[in-house]
């Protein structure tokens, strides 16, 4: 059988004899055919909003308006939405003062090459756009309201002036927070650092509900979905999309009631039945989703969730922009005994919750399960290796090395893009 996984903007290939494949786990998603045209289907979820009042309606003497757009390691097809959110904006109220929030949560400021790439030159120009900043003090105001968990909501000052708050994005399964999109654009969107290392506390990434696919008693989504309700998100336009980043299908209107129908959706499309194996072989999804390691420990919970207690995983991500985080990354060079490292994130208080904690703790998790993580990158060896992984730069070099491993006849199951799929 020839694997093929998503690699940057291309592609990694091997060959593996098909009677060590366990399975092929992919999200009927792909087989997905829709009737319309990506812009089709954005425009017909906007003109049939669900438990909402049109766009347009919704504007009506709202003068201060704010849309909460995806950064750039997010491939939100935002040609599709912005430019119908913003028609439907100015009619109904030509003279709203509209901005572009680019909802960055604590990830770097987004590049105006990213955002021309990802909202069009004509947008770029032409629009108000404030890129959000989790640190930056003067730009944060608390709101009054309380985290169902008890911390504070601290959100972009920008957001909490509007007199409208929308939002685009995509949803996907989510390896903590259950699905993206809806809610995620506030928290951790344009929230501050310390509201979402509170959320993604070591006790809440812990939790059993706390699982890619699931939202049901997910004490993170819970704090996620009071927190955009709290600051006042009323409207959303998401899109599902496939592994080509085309738009398959979209919803509108209300934050909670359309992204539930969102997810509900996706919820049969992107389920697969778990098919234990002794090697799993994974991807990030490609560009622009495996722009670091950060990034690739979300595909690494579903190899997880399908490799053997003691086996490998094998994770193709290209990483350009490197670990994808300082904190992250110091995590692992200041305590390089894993075991050690995974319970001091147990054993860390809520409001004491470091920069990056929660990928470094399932990093960890994962890293406990197996044998050895080969991880396929352009990122120096050296720093690979610091994160407790093997570092190879083909797919051949990688099965090559999971051979020596757990043998030749050791047996496989592909997850071409693990961030497209959980497993059940």
Same mark, same amino acid.
């Given at each position: ?32 055919? =829709? ?61 709203? %003062? ?66 409208? /708050? ?8 989510? &390896? &903590? ?8 654009? @506030? ?16 006790? &809440? ?13 997910? =004490? ?55 098919? /234990? ?11 622009? /989703? ?45 305590? =390089? %005994? ?6 001091? &994130? ?16 399932? /990093? ?19 720093? @690979? ?30 997850? =071409? ?8």
């Amino acid at each position: 059988m020839k694997i093929k996984l998503p690699y940057g903007k291309g592609f990694q290939e091997t060959e593996i004899s098909n009677e060590r494949i366990n399975g092929v786990l992919e999200a009927s998603i792909e087989e997905y055919q =829709p009737e319309d045209d990506q812009l089709t289907i954005v425009k017909k979820a906007m003109k049939n909003p669900i438990n909402s009042k049109k766009l347009k309606e919704l504007a009506v003497g709202k003068d201060k308006v704010v849309i909460l757009i995806s950064d750039h390691t997010r491939p939100v097809p935002s040609k599709y939405i912005l430019p119908l959110m913003l028609k439907e904006i100015r009619e109904g109220n030509p003279d709203a %003062d509209i901005t572009l929030l680019v909802a960055t949560g604590c990830h770097r400021g987004t590049t105006k090459e990213e955002l021309i790439g990802k909202i069009g030159e004509n947008i770029y120009k032409n629009e108000k756009i404030y890129i959000h900043d989790c640190d930056d003090e003067s730009m944060l105001v608390t709101l009054d309201e309380k985290l169902p968990s008890g911390g504070n909501i601290i959100v972009n000052k920008l957001a909490a002036e509007a007199d409208l /708050l929308v939002a685009e994005g995509f949803i996907e399964p989510h &390896f &903590f927070a259950g699905y993206s999109g809806g809610r995620k654009s @506030v928290f951790p969107g344009c929230c501050s650092r310390k509201a979402v290392m509170y959320n993604h506390n070591a006790e &809440f990434i812990d939790s059993e509900y706390a699982r890619t696919g699931n939202l049901e008693n997910n =004490p993170i989504h819970k704090d996620m979905i009071a927190a955009a309700k709290a600051l006042g998100l009323v409207y959303i336009v998401n899109v599902v999309i496939n592994s080509d980043k085309e738009v398959i299908h979209a919803v509108a209107g209300d934050l909670e009631k359309a992204h539930e129908a969102g997810t509900e959706w996706l919820k049969g499309k992107a389920g697969v039945d778990k098919r /234990l194996a002794d090697i799993a072989i994974t991807s990030n999804g490609g560009y622009p /989703l495996d722009q670091n390691i950060y990034q690739a420990v979300k595909s690494m919970t579903a190899a997880e969730a399908t490799v053997k207690d003691g086996g490998v995983i094998i994770v193709s991500a290209e990483s350009s922009d490197g670990t994808g985080g300082d904190a992250f990354y110091n995590a692992f060079v200041n305590e =390089p %005994d894993t075991e050690k490292l995974y319970q001091s &994130f147990l054993d860390t208080p809520k409001e004491e919750t470091i920069p990056d904690q929660w990928e470094s703790q399932i /990093l960890c998790r994962v890293l406990l399960k197996t044998k050895a993580i080969i991880y396929i990158s352009d990122v120096d060896d050296e720093i @690979v290796k610091t994160f407790h992984m093997i570092p190879v730069k083909t797919l051949d070099e990688a099965m090559e090395k999971a051979n020596e491993l757990m043998g030749n006849d050791s047996s496989v199951t592909v997850i =071409p893009n693990g961030i497209s799929v959980f497993i059940k």
